[in-house]
């Protein structure tokens, strides 16, 4: 069993201004995160789950859409079992909830809110 925690959704409620920069987390207990190749989804009200981000098992390699290149980085820290997103230059169209997957499993967090205001 894996228990995941996602956080960093910003303060004052998770509010945050177009153009700043936040840094989500993905922690894990339980069973060790380098088993799985990691992947981040958001999902909006309304919307369906959209992919964000995913890093290889030993974190040497990620992927994005083409819509998140140059904002979004994802790392990993396999010693502290913790995964990241790094997110600049935030609009308001990022604003969703943000949840970690380990890739192919049927694990999930409780998701991090991020909202963006204009």
């Known amino acids: 069993q894996v228990q995941l925690v996602e956080s960093g959704g910003g303060s004052e409620g998770g509010l945050v201004q177009t153009g700043d920069s936040l840094r989500l987390s993905c922690a894990a207990s339980?069973?060790?995160?380098?088993?799985?190749?990691m992947v981040w989804f958001r999902q909006a009200p309304g919307k369906e789950r959209e992919f964000v981000a995913a890093i290889t098992r030993n974190g040497e390699g990620a992927c994005y859409p083409d819509s998140m290149k140059g904002r979004f980085t994802v790392s990993r820290d396999l010693v502290g079992n913790v995964m990241y997103l790094q997110m600049n230059n935030l609009k308001p169209e990022d604003t969703a909830v943000y949840y970690c997957?380990?890739?192919?499993?049927?694990?999930w967090g409780q998701g991090t809110q991020v909202t963006v205001s204009s």
């Open positions: 997957h380990p890739d192919a499993s049927n694990y």
């Open positions: 339980g069973r060790d995160l380098s088993n799985w190749p």
